[in-house]
């Protein structure tokens, strides 16, 4: 019997499940780390992209590192934590992009402190950004799309240390916890808009974010050897699920939470026994 005659799929429909091909992007935290490794992603596998951030000089560097390469990418200063600049960011997109198929929330920070010294201004910063910021997204961006275009991939960047949590991390895993939640709510409520909600969870990852760390060889080795796979992350490592999530093959994945640790969150690798 021919391929194409089996009764639940065929082969042209495989085709292309997994291409980027005039994907248009919304990337917020575009300049540095995993939300640049996003950018690059995308527009190097055939969409184009807004790259949003609130670095106004490291967004004119992203600009120029693409210039005359294939593709085309806009920029757009954009505070995560002020509705009018989300406001202003989401009507810029839907100008330059004509409409948005994904929305990566990447922006974050992470303070790293001991709760009993935890300064009360950085808390509300920390909270403000990667909580508060991932919900005024939600609301003023991937509602808009889903009531204007009916289909959309949202994906948001949440940790590794939602799973457990560490030393010095109480805040950020607290925050990045409340990501998973509001996305799961989130992917209930959009579902008759057809838009997924998504959540990536990396580990350690090589980025600037981490470089103090990275610096210190006995962290780093102490870091990469949680991971099974002894090493850190990098940040195409994180892409690489990223791109998935904005393609056909990933069309009925839906409130699930990507961990890309290396299998740290689940493997306990400090001590491996003789057997």
């Known amino acids: 019997m021919p391929m194409e005659n089996y009764e639940y799929c065929n082969f042209e429909e495989m085709r292309d499940i997994l291409s980027l091909d005039g994907i248009r992007a919304l990337v917020i935290?575009?300049?540095s780390g995993i939300g640049l490794g996003i950018s690059y992603g995308v527009l190097a596998n055939g969409g184009t992209v807004m790259a949003a951030d609130i670095n106004d000089k490291a967004l004119e560097k992203l600009r120029l590192s693409v210039d005359g390469r294939e593709g085309t990418m806009y920029t757009e200063a954009c505070d995560l934590t002020s509705v009018d600049s989300v406001r202003n960011l989401y009507s810029a997109a839907i100008q330059k992009l004509g409409k948005i198929d994904v929305v990566y929330v990447v922006a974050g920070i992470d303070p790293v402190q001991r709760?009993?010294?935890?300064d009360y201004e950085a808390f509300d910063r920390a909270v403000e950004l990667n909580f508060?910021?991932?919900?005024?997204a939600l609301k003023e961006i991937a509602v808009k799309i889903g009531k204007a275009f009916n289909k959309g991939s949202v994906v948001l960047i949440a940790s590794s240390l939602t799973q457990r949590t560490e030393i010095g991390q109480g805040v950020y895993s607290a925050t990045k916890g409340?990501?998973?939640q509001l996305a799961r709510a989130f992917s209930a409520e959009m579902g008759k808009y057809n838009i997924r909600v998504n959540v990536i969870a990396p580990g350690i990852v090589e980025t600037p974010m981490t470089e103090s760390l990275r610096k210190d060889k006995k962290s780093y080795s102490e870091c990469a050897?949680?991971?099974?796979?002894n090493r850190w992350a990098r940040v195409k490592d994180v892409v690489g699920p990223a791109l998935f999530l904005a393609t056909e093959g990933a069309s009925f994945i839906n409130a699930s939470v990507i961990f890309v640790d290396g299998g740290a969150s689940f493997i306990d690798n400090r001590f491996i026994p003789e057997i």
């Open 132 to 136: 508060k910021g991932a919900f005024i």
């Open 225 to 229: 050897a949680k991971s099974p796979l």
């Open 29 to 31: 935290g575009a300049a």
């Open 115 to 118: 709760i009993e010294n935890f």
């Open 178 to 180: 409340a990501v998973i």
